[in-house]
């Protein structure tokens, strides 16, 4: 297969030398016409003009069926259409004109489908050649001017207008820009991006004009690279012939012993003529390429790109699945997993003052601490004399205080409060930003990776879908990837592996079986090279992981991979089931043919009927599964993203639950039990209404895509297992009306709100990853 190089034209074929393009309608145009214009004049009585009409038909298609041989020959296979050009020339030799124009008819109709159906599959690919831009508007001042798209440099100006397609990856500057995405990722709704927020080139902007700094130049861009990789994808069939010409290899020898055979048993060379006929494999040819190319169609509009048929084919064939932790399993990126305040301290003001020195700050962790407090509706205060120290951290003024976040002194005595904190990031493998005031340590921002929330699904739909094996290879530490390992059920887990460790142990598990490795990291590049088919995850991945894959999920969602598998098991099904069961026809048509039972026109006939039901079939690959993913309403995608965005907002309380019991541990006094008070007025304002909208309005709305009210049940009853311990916390405080717990109260208390905090962490869990992820 030649590749396509953007900006040059596309080299042409050994065939494209021999048959101009466009051949197949015309071809069908002529043999048509002679096979009607045959058929009037035999119904008037000229049986010599019709049967020369038949007979011009049938040399018409003698020479594009020759240059489709040829082609084959060139690239080492005997080529399914040799059946054809035997048939054709047989019919001329013994004078069966009707059945030549025929089976020219066949051929040149079961081409014409091909070439229609590729269309159709590849649309999507093609669209996304179209819809690449070519120029930008650079501002210089206060002008806005259009140049070439390979002028644009990095840190260069740009302005968006309004449906205009961003032209390079680059930062949003001034206002918020809306944008429409779904061209690489599938998805219909918009997206906003804050003020400094990135942008991938190839988005279309769906509201007002905004203004983008560029960060890339064309070639480096997100589009372009996804670009390359369509243009090697979707639309070539050579790959995908392996598969026909595996069945071909015993079809095309058995083919021509029974037509020979025929004719050395009964002396009629119109009997060997019609076996001819009958086995001209156009399932063969045409029903396989059709099905795999339609699944390329498929997972295009996923925002799946794989380079070729050849890829679809061996995905569909996997059976080992190898994945990279971070970036693939994990978010890729740094979350808020925890705030921890120091007494007489809140767990909301340590966030809030953390993340007013933090917000400028380039530092993942700074920006991870800045996002999760705007999330949590927290009002950052100015900071100013901000300086960072690498490997140390911010130090800076906010409110008229001097605070730095960061590493501690070393050498400086820690408080007793601080013990815990080191002993909880070492379990959850979590990395902490202290805040110090004045000098002293008043709190702890607690960061991890999280999971992905679609991670879960992802696997147990890989699981259905045939994978047998899945194992982790990181090259982080053992306790945290075996920690993510046991959540998601995987059958192994290999830590602390370089790039070329992950190498040897892809090697490893492909002498096993069919295998897939997954990453989105430069250092899994050589990996992904290494197994039979490597996935990038394009969207936020390296350019030399994406370079290196055979296909790139352009949306970054996990779940897209399971999208791909099963429609990859499913086009490879269709082209099997349709190629094995064209042939199975063929073959009774030829042992008829071969008794004499069939004359070479009605076998052409006949022939005809088999090639037009393989290739409609073929053409199912083209339809959505809908039981691969529940079907959502627009209205419950939209309760979806809102009570998605109230889990966020909601950590504030969970924090302030675990902060309490931490509390009752620490000094059960009146200042504690202010503490849990505070606590009730949170659960009662903020987390029930929250958890009684999700039971009466989000339960009811999803309970259709999943099957029924039963598919919540579990979750509903975490609902009331919350409520209830809401209401014991609530019961205490009335048993302790002058703000002093009962000793026999006490363990029962710090029980109630240690339990709340877990189950509502598990809850939260389970309903991002079951309800959460199902919206896009």
Known sequence: MDRLIPGEPPRRSFAAFFLPPRLEPALLAVTAAALTAGGVFWISGASGAADLCWGLGTVVAVAPAVGWVLAALRRGHAGVDLIAVLALGGTLAVGEYLAGALIALMLATGRTLEAAAQRRASRDLRALLEHAPRTARRRVGAEARTVPLADIAVGDLL?????????????????????????????????????????????????????????????????AEIVRLAQ???????????????????????????????????????????????????????????AIVSGLSRASRLGVVIRDGGALENLGRARTLLLDKTGTLTRGRPQVLDVTAAPGWKPADVLRLAASLDQYSPHVLAQAIATAARERGLRLAVSTEVSEQPGRGATGIVDGQRMTVGRLDDRAARPAWTRPVDNRALLDGAAVAWLTVGGRAVGAVLLR????????????????????????????????????????????????????GKVAAVRAERARAVTVMVGDGVNDAPALAAADIGVAMGARGSTASSEAADIVL?????????????????????????ALGGMLMSLAAMAAAAFGLLPPAVGALLQEGIDAAVILNALRALRVEQATRPALQPATEALIHRFAAE???????????????????????????????????????????????????????????????????????????????????????????DGNLAPEQLDDLRACLYGLHTVLRLHFTQEEENYFSLAP
Do not use: K
């Open 159 to 223: 302005v968006v207008g309004p449906g205009e397609v961003v032209p390079v990856d680059g930062l949003v500057v001034g206002a918020t820009a809306v944008l429409d995405e779904s061209v690489l990722t599938g998805e219909s709704l918009t997206v906003e991006h804050a003020p400094g927020q990135s942008v991938r080139s190839g988005v279309v902007n769906a509201g007002a004009a905004f203004e983008l700094t560029a960060t890339a130049t064309e070639q480096d861009s997100t589009y």
């Open 554 to 578: 352009t949306t970054d969602r996990v779940d897209r991979l399971a999208d791909a598998v099963a429609i990859a098991v499913r086009a490879r099904h269709i082209a099997v089931q349709s």
């Open 647 to 737: 889990h966020d907002d909601l950590q504030a309380v969970l924090e302030a639950v675990r902060d309490a019991a931490d509390r009752l541990s620490d000094s059960p006094g009146p200042e504690a039990i202010a503490t849990v008070e505070e606590v009730h007025r949170l659960l009662t304002q903020r987390l029930l209404p929250h958890e009684y909208a999700e039971e009466h309005q989000l339960y009811p709305a999803l309970a259709p895509a999943l099957g029924g009210p039963e598919a919540t049940a579990t979750m509903s009853r975490a609902h009331a297992e919350i409520e209830r311990l809401a209401r014991r916390v609530a019961t205490h405080l009335t048993l302790a009306p």
């Open 449 to 500: 990776d999280p999971l992905r929330h679609d991670a879960p699904r992802a696997l147990r739909r890989l699981r259905a879908a045939g994978i047998d094996r899945l194992v982790m290879l990181t090259g982080d530490r053992p306790a945290p990837a075996r920690e993510i390992a046991a959540v998601l059920g995987l059958d192994d887990v290999q830590a602390g592996l370089t790039p070329a």
């Open 232 to 290: 090697q994808a979707g639309a070539e069939a050579a790959p995908v012939v392996r598969l026909a010409d595996r069945y071909a290899a015993w079809f095309l020898p058995l083919s021509l012993a029974v037509s020979g055979a025929a004719w050395l048993v009964s002396g009629d060379a119109v009997r060997a003529v019609a076996v001819l006929v009958v086995a001209t494999p156009c399932p063969l040819l045409l029903a396989a390429p059709v």
